[in-house]
């Protein structure tokens, strides 16, 4: 319960105030890595890493998250084609993913995995354009129902929480 | 003045590290746990059979791990651990754990047991994994073996036969090889009168009697050159004829051949039918391999088919070559997808078991019992590692029934034929008793020696199980029906304390032979034949008389059509070609008398 108040508080401050839709865009598209490709792998401490050290909206990054993870279950089958693709019906490759695989520490990437693999491209291929449509999206809200939700009862009721101080730790700057 | 947008929040350093050092402390309370379950879970998916793991402690500044216990259970019986070890130490290789492989420098093991008992029934592999698909292949494969039933009906049951001649393959046989004569005779005689033999003869004997008393004299220089040229358009007629006849009777020799084919086709359908027959009277057998095959076939298909099981298991996860290979992805809620792992040369494969030792001395269940062996390079690319794997195992188990075992196995993926072998002997075993089948009879072999020597070399199979004993004791189910054929073989076998039993199965593993030869067949084959031979012999007699009876008319037509055939193709070649000859011997005799003349005259030749 605790957790999804603080979503939801994180989620309303975000659109609002909280950062320029620059840095809550680049939130939501580090985010999106978290939920659409495999959680537990290397590349995703580090995209966590990055979301904490970067001048980004964690808050949109929790968001983009939440909002790609079921988008990342069904689109595994792509993913799995698309690795398989690379990893084993392009020869060409083959050299190059034999240095990787046995190139010290780099094989705890997992990137020999089909569906892991296919899923880190697909959210790079998929980073910008995430990006530029969550920018706009946000700077279309805030002109236009942003400023009655600002005045509702509900965003009031949800700021005042104290568990809100915990998030401001990270909000961007 | 507006402040520009930082890039870092430096202020969440201290957080992340805090994260980092709460990660630290979930690694040392539950790593060990998390690498346990990881590791019996990988093995059982690669075993296809329960693997259970306890007491797993990671030394990660050693590049050690320690193991309390392991329990590999049977795929083939889920109530039994084909082996069980304990106190396991594994030396790792830490440059090879940095690629993510596993390399074990030295495996010490200071326990070890086979065939232990399980608390609780093994779990199934996975159903749609390799395992289980195998398993599924094996067994399939086993049923190919048919073992015949060890019978003794009463041997009147002949006056029940009743054949349905559209069962007999010898009628089957016989419609084909009828037609096939039919159409090929047919053939024959269109194609002989295409040759046009009898048009060419008539047409050169008659320009011969044209030309018989003639002379150069006579014909002048134009009539003589006119005859000449007839006499040789008409030679070189007869030659065509003769080479079209040549080839015309190539193709009759090979139809000819195709007929002998069909008889003897019609003929090996008859014993066939003969046999079919018989086994409808399900007949005593007195062949003491198929005894010997009716008392152990079971058990000894039982032993092959598990060799088979892990040897093609060997195959499929210890692979030859250095092609990339392709394995299941990890268990998770998302996808597992496909793990691709890509060998490369002068590197470490991605498992490599360099060596792993025994040597244990111990006191247990009432004696003292001794154990070496060894294990030598067992990788999953042994390509890479470029020897074969080698184990090797001996030892003694004391106790009631003192044992020695002396074992051997060689997997060879390196290159070339794949070579898998086992060489086990167990001397000593107290080999379960067991029932003959189709007897009220049960024997206790005693304590034996017990043999495996199975070698799976390329596609050939060459094994052999054997089981010896000198003290077997026999014991008489007393709620069975009395039989006086059964009580005469119970006072054979009774009386018999050796036991000596060898099967064996050699050839291509898709389909092997298999023979099981057993000194209880032997005895048990002469006491059925001197018991019950006349009148299997008078029943098998009956089978006979009655399949002839059903087929002898479409035999006989065969033989009478082939013979028909086969001599019309014989006789008319022959005559045809004995006809052009003569003929054309008369043509040149009438050209030398024309060119006698014509040479000096200058005719054309």
Known sequence: MLAILKLLQSLIRTLHSDGSPGQIAAGVALGACLGLTPIINAHNMLIFALLILLNVSLGAGLLGWALFTPIGFLLDPLFDKLGRLLLLETPALTPFWTAWYNTPAIPYTNFNNTVVLGSVVGWMILALPIFFLSRRALIRYRTTVGARVVHSRFYQAVTASRVYNVYRWFRPE | ?605
């Open chain 2, 1 to 605: 003045m507006k402040r520009g947008i930082r890039i870092f929040r430096w202020k969440a350093i201290g957080p992340l590290l805090l994260l980092l050092f709460l990660a630290g402390v979930f690694w040392a309370i539950f790593g060990d746990r998390i690498i346990e379950s990881t590791s019996a879970e990988a093995s059982t998916d690669l075993l296809g059979t329960e693997v259970d793991i306890s007491g797993m402690v990671l030394h990660e500044t050693a590049a050690r791990v320690d193991v309390a216990r392991i329990q590999i259970a049977d795929p083939f019986d889920s109530l039994r651990n084909i082996i069980e070890t304990g106190d396991l130490v594994l030396d790792l290789d830490p440059a090879a754990l940095l690629e993510k492989k596993l390399v074990i420098d030295q495996l010490r093991v200071s326990h070890l047991a086979f065939g232990t008992k399980r608390i609780r029934p093994a779990r199934r592999a996975r159903a749609d994994g390799y395992a289980a698909t195998l398993l599924g292949q094996v067994q399939q494969w086993a049923t190919q073996f048919k073992v015949p039933l060890l019978s003794l009906t009463p041997v009147d049951t002949i006056r029940q036969l009743v054949l349905d001649p559209a069962q007999l393959s010898t009628i089957r046989e016989a419609q084909a090889v009828l037609a096939s004569a039919d159409s090929l005779r047919d053939a024959f005689v269109r194609d002989f009168a295409g040759l046009g033999v009898r048009s060419t003869v008539d047409s050169a004997r008659a320009l011969a009697d044209r030309l018989t008393g003639t002379s150069p004299a006579k014909l002048g220089l134009a009539g003589t050159r006119d005859a000449i040229q007839s006499i040789r358009r008409t030679i070189s007629d007869i030659d065509q004829t003769r080479t079209r006849i040549t080839q015309l009777e190539r193709s009759a020799e090979a139809g000819v051949r195709v007929l002998e084919g069909g008889v003897a086709a019609v003929d090996q359908a008859r014993q066939n039918d003969y046999a079919f027959a018989r086994g409808l009277l399900k007949l005593p057998s007195f062949s003491a391999p198929d005894i010997g095959a009716a008392l152990f076939g079971p058990v000894s298909i039982d032993r092959f088919q598990q060799a088979v099981y892990w040897a093609e298991l060997a195959r499929k996860h210890l692979p030859p070559g250095l092609l990339p290979q392709v394995r299941r992805g990890p268990e998770r809620l998302r996808m597992a997808g496909t793990n691709i792992e890509y060998p490369k040369s002068r590197d470490f494969p991605s498992f490599l078991l360099r060596q792993g030792e025994l040597d244990v001395s111990f006191n247990a269940f009432g004696g003292t019992h001794s154990l070496t062996a060894a294990v030598r390079g067992l990788t999953s690319q042994p390509a890479i590692y470029g020897h074969p794997a080698t184990v090797a195992a001996r030892g003694k188990i004391g106790g009631s029934h003192p044992m020695t075992l002396d074992a051997g196995a060689l997997i060879d993926h390196v290159g070339g034929d794949m070579v898998d072998s086992v060489k086990a002997t167990l001397t000593g075993v107290p080999l379960p008793a067991f029932s003959l089948p189709g007897l009220p009879f049960r024997v206790d072999p005693g304590a034996g020696v017990s043999g495996m020597d199975f070698t799976l070399r390329g596609d050939q199979v060459d094994a052999r199980w054997t089981l010896r004993s000198s003290s077997a004791a026999w014991r008489r189910d007393s709620s069975a029906v009395e039989s006086p054929v059964a009580n005469l073989i119970w006072r054979v076998v009774s009386g018999l304390h050796e036991l000596d039993v060898t099967a064996e199965m050699t050839g291509p593993l898709r389909a092997p032979r298999f023979t099981v030869h057993s000194n209880i067949g032997v005895a048990i084959a002469d006491q059925v034949r001197a018991i019950i031979g006349d009148e299997v012999r008078k029943a098998e007699a009956k089978v006979r008389a009655e399949v002839d009876r059903l087929v002898a008319d479409q035999v006989a037509r065969v033989r009478t059509q082939v013979n028909t055939a086969t001599s019309e193709l014989t006789t008319r070649i022959p005559a045809a070609r004995e006809e052009l000859d003569s003929v054309k011997t008369l043509l040149e005799a009438r050209l030398k008398s024309l060119t006698g003349i014509g040479g000096a005259l200058g005719l054309p030749r």
